[in-house]
């Protein structure tokens, strides 16, 4: 098993960044592929973001493509989510999620707790 724990929300003038980070613990971290998620209210979680076991690959949502940066480093355990050119849609609560399950918009097994994040117009 995984546990997760997110940091680094906050509120954030549009145009503005935020970077999130996720540290994990538990199970080997290099085993599984990594993801971001993200849910407004009144609406479905949503995939944002995902990265390959190494690191080496990423893939990302149409609507933060060019303006998000998803990187790990598996010697810290760590995730993190680099935000730029927030807008007001942005706002949501970001998860950070694991699965053994490849990488990429897959089912994803573990979830940390979220953490929110407020744009304002």
């Known amino acids: 098993q995984v546990q997760l724990v997110e940091s680094g929300g906050g509120l954030v003038q549009a145009g503005g960044s935020l970077r999130l980070s996720c540290a994990a613990s538990?199970?080997?971290?290099?085993?599984?592929?990594m993801g971001w998620f993200r849910q407004a209210p009144g609406k479905e979680r949503e995939f944002v973001a995902a990265?390959?076991?190494?690191?080496?690959?990423?893939h990302y949502a149409n609507s933060v493509k060019g303006r998000f940066t998803i990187s790990r480093d598996n010697a810290k355990n760590t995730i993190d989510l680099q935000m730029d050119s927030l807008k007001p849609e942005d706002t949501a609560v970001y998860y950070c999620?694991?699965?053994?399950?490849?990488?990429?918009?897959?089912?994803?097994?573990?979830w940390g707790q979220g953490t929110q994040v407020t744009v304002s117009s």
């Open positions: 999620a694991a699965t053994s399950n490849g990488w990429g918009e897959v089912p994803y097994h573990y």
């Open positions: 538990g199970d080997t971290f290099s085993n599984y592929g």
């Open positions: 990265i390959s076991w190494s690191g080496g690959s990423t």
